[in-house]
């Protein structure tokens, strides 16, 4: 089975701080997926790689970044989280189309 | 672009009930449809996919038909459980360059009463 893994189930930060949430999967797939779940929002693409060192923005990249220097890992940078960054973080990486996800990371910024 | 519509809930069913979430799609070209379950507090899993036209995705007792005529990709259950209590959710997948990016629908909540 895939495993998808995200490194924090539940994390609480202040405003200002820098966060980082950590993604990592065990089945060598190229494209990974950074979302965000919000009620009645439905998910929101922040960013996704395709490869190594690639990224593309999503619908909403603003006041995020992220880094992939390895297949296997794909991480989400918060460089100064603000209180409407609270949210469930969902990463995925997928497979001809199919997406296997973590469990998500619950950060709430006061 | 593409878009995903599915049917706004809560769906509110008894156990035993039978069950349809509906989902249809626009899209240019020939997508995968897929549909996602997340349990409370977790991820998104994937239930079922359909690759092509007339295909039948299934799993777990649910099924769900390509139908390009109609543009559909309706959830079916025969017989619902407790534990099928979810937010179920409707994607498509158009190939455009090799990229693989997903569009989803808003998710449909169901709910099951003993």
């Known amino acids: 089975d895939v495993k998808v893994t995200q490194s924090s189930r539940y994390l609480v930060k202040r405003t200002g701080e820098k966060v980082f949430l950590e993604c990592v999967q065990d089945m060598d797939h190229e494209n990974m997926f950074w979302y965000r779940q919000d009620p009645g929002l439905g998910l929101r693409l922040i960013y996704f790689s395709y490869d190594v060192k690639m990224k593309e923005k999503g619908d909403i990249p603003e006041g995020y970044s992220v880094s992939r220097e390895k297949k296997e890992r794909f991480s989400l940078i918060l460089e100064s989280a603000s209180t409407n960054q609270t949210s469930m973080y969902l990463c995925?990486?997928?497979?001809?189309?199919?997406?296997?996800f973590g469990e998500g990371s619950r950060l709430t910024v006061l | 672009g593409d878009s995903v519509t599915q049917m706004e809930g809560p769906v509110t069913l008894s156990e035993e009930a039978f069950l349809t979430i509906n989902c249809t799609y626009t899209?240019?070209?020939?997508?995968?449809l897929f549909w996602y379950v997340q349990y409370p507090g977790e991820g998104l899993q994937l239930l079922l996919k359909a690759t092509k036209a007339d295909d039948k995705g299934s799993n777990k007792g649910f099924e769900a038909t390509y139908r390009k005529e109609t543009t559909s990709f309706h959830l079916e259950k025969g017989s619902v459980q407790v534990s099928d209590s979810a937010v179920y959710f409707c994607?498509?997948?158009?190939?455009?360059?090799?990229?693989?990016?997903?569009?989803f629908g808003r998710g449909t909540s169901l709910i099951v009463h003993p």
């Open positions: 899209a240019t070209g020939y997508p995968s």
């Open positions: 995925a990486s997928s497979f001809r189309g199919a997406l296997f």
């Open positions: 994607a498509l997948v158009a190939s455009s360059g090799g990229s693989y990016i997903p569009t």
